[in-house]
């Protein structure tokens, strides 16, 4: 297990987030509490409809928190403006999406050097990291594929790699298994473990017990409450 440093990396404190449905409301997180380190690979699990999503886009600027707190290495980002949030998520969250999000009409080297485009600094040698990345999830050899040539399996790693090729403070995963039979779900999940071991900080929401095991801490999540 990765040891906890002193300064947490993500801070989140008392988040809530309703939206309206019908009469009512629907209240997917109520006074949420999580906390990452440096380095550390969390895992957040429960039903379908428990508030997972909502937690995951809160904490990658996708939605803003009704209520509560949120500390990016110290700074609050809470009330920060949506152009200075955009620019945070281009340089430091690398976001996963279980339906993968590739763009049709791109080849695989160009879905994966997307975030380049909308990265504050973009790095000069932004080509030699794309191959670096497909070569890291096992997908060189599909450089000038378009999505529909590729299995779900290898959609989603490249989803991985063009989450990892911003070099990014910490990657968020919602379902990244969730579509995939079971010999590729053994691929993903050994992608993460991968990740974790060289230091990557992750934050994935999942179903699957194998990526759980390999996390170093595991919360379940119902009715918009968190426990470890």
């Not at 690398?94 to 999000?101: A, D, E, I, L, T």
């Not at 096992?138 to 290898?154: A, D, Y």
């Not at 929401?205 to 119902?222: K, L």
């Amino acid at each position: 297990m990765t040891e906890p440093r002193l300064s947490p990396l993500l801070l989140a404190k008392g988040l809530c987030k309703r939206y309206p449905s019908g009469d009512g409301w629907v209240h997917p997180l109520r006074g949420v509490d999580i906390t990452l380190y440096p380095g550390q690979f969390v895992a957040v699990m429960g039903p379908s409809g428990a508030g997972k999503s909502t937690l995951l886009h809160i904490l990658g600027f996708l939605e803003r928190p009704d209520m509560g707190s949120y500390h990016l290495r110290g700074r609050d980002v809470s009330c920060l403006e949506d152009k200075a949030l955009s620019r945070l998520r281009s340089s430091c969250i690398g976001f996963v999406f279980q339906s993968y999000n590739l763009i049709s009409q791109c080849s695989l080297v160009e879905n994966i050097a997307l975030p380049f485009l909308y990265h504050p600094e973009p790095p000069g040698n932004a080509s030699e990291l794309v191959l670096s990345v497909l070569e890291e999830v096992g997908l060189s050899g599909r450089k000038t594929h378009k999505p529909s040539q590729l299995s779900g399996g290898e959609m989603q790693r490249a989803a991985i790699a063009r989450a990892l090729v911003i070099d990014p403070l910490v990657v968020l995963a919602d379902e990244p298994t969730g579509n995939l039979d079971t010999e590729n779900a053994r691929k993903i999940a050994q992608i993460f473990q991968k990740m974790h071991k060289k230091g990557t900080s992750l934050v994935v929401v999942t179903h699957d017990d194998e990526i759980a095991r390999a996390a170093d801490r595991v919360f379940y999540m119902n009715e918009g409450r968190l426990r470890e």
